[in-house]
């Protein structure tokens, strides 16, 4: 049944009226709706802004592009004038910035501003990955969260979010308004398309073995290289996974767990999914750093348990 409210179908039910019906604060409320208002001004960066280097690198030492940075603030700006927000960690800054002090009413964010960066001057799809915990405190576990959300944009803008009740996709109209588009979206146990990140050369036997597992099954392999849009297609398909596994030389994989990992397990866990870095459920790990990496198994919790399964030799 599509979704009513008063007569309303979907596509007619905006972002902002579908959060007041999830029963959270008013706060909160406000903050998914600055974040999304932000994405059309970074949407419009990426379609015609500079894709030239900024001449800086962020906190994990990589070169940031010009849109990394312009992303990066005006995301910012939007959060510290939000007036709902305490802490805020990017991965484009160094270290987090303190919007206001005290805690109360309050939330801290996590971001990426435009993951995949480096795939725009090739016209691939990129996207921002917003992570919100109550209070001050950024370094908890991401089993914490209060909310977590992505902007996609790819030859449509979607905007996925979830406040713990479902998972829910709003694509942007010709008014830029978001407007509903999938509700409650659920994934299957199992699934055929896998996500393979890294060099197959130098991954483990176990996961060596699991990707060939997966093949034999008839499982295909689709990968762009950009984590929000490989992550939407196994969400939104709702079969199979994406990994990015610990390589031989990076045992800790590649992306990062505050402003990567963390906002896409939550999302996944509450489509009904499971999202593990192949020994501990991602949610669970304690975060010790900003830059912190961890490897991730994230879909199907059946391919997800199978994947545990190859990589500690079962
Ligand atoms: P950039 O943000 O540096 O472009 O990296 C994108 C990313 O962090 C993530 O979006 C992809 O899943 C992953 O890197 C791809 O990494 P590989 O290029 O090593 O497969």
Redesign the pocket.
């Known amino acids: 049944m599509p979704y009513s409210e008063a007569g309303k179908t979907k596509f007619q039910i905006d972002l902002r009226r579908h959060l007041r019906n999830q029963n959270i604060e008013d706060n909160l409320v406000h903050l998914i709706c600055e974040i999304a208002e932000a994405s059309k001004y970074v949407i419009n960066a990426v379609r015609t802004g500079d894709l030239g280097v900024a001449g800086t690198s962020n906190l994990y030492g990589?070169e940031q592009l010009a849109l990394?940075v312009l992303s990066d603030r005006i995301i910012r700006k939007r959060l510290i004038h939000s007036g709902v927000v305490c802490n805020i960690a990017s991965?484009e800054m160094d270290e987090i910035f303190q919007a206001q002090a005290n805690a109360a009413g309050l939330y801290s964010v996590a971001y990426?501003p435009?993951?995949?960066?480096?795939?725009v001057d090739v016209n691939l799809a990129?996207?921002t990955i917003v992570s919100i915990y109550v209070g001050c405190d950024l370094l908890q576990e991401g089993r914490n969260q209060v909310a977590a959300m992505y902007i996609l944009y790819g030859p449509r803008v979607s905007l996925v979010y979830s406040v713990g009740n479902g998972v829910h996709e709003f694509t942007m109209n010709h008014l830029m308004e978001f407007t509903l588009t999938r509700e409650n979206v659920q994934m299957k146990p199992a699934g055929d398309i896998y996500?393979p990140?890294?060099?197959r050369n130098k991954y483990s036997e176990g996961v060596e073995k699991y990707v060939r597992y997966l093949e034999a099954k008839g499982s295909k392999l689709r990968?762009?290289?950009?984590?929000?849009p490989?992550i939407n297609q196994v969400l939104m398909k709702g079969k199979g996974l994406?990994m990015?596994p610990a390589l031989n030389g990076s045992p800790n994989g590649?992306?990062?767990l505050l402003f990567?990992l963390n906002p896409m397990a939550y999302l996944v866990e509450n489509a009904g999914g499971s999202a593990t870095n192949g020994k501990q459920r991602i949610l669970d790990l304690k975060p010790e750093s900003l830059d912190q990496r961890a490897p991730i198994f994230i879909g199907c919790a059946e391919d997800v348990a199978k994947a545990m399964e190859y990589v500690n030799g079962g």
């Open positions: 990589e990394d991965e990426d435009l993951d995949g960066s480096s795939l990129v996207g996500s990140g890294g060099l990968y762009s290289g950009g984590f929000v490989d994406f990015y590649k992306l990062r990567e």
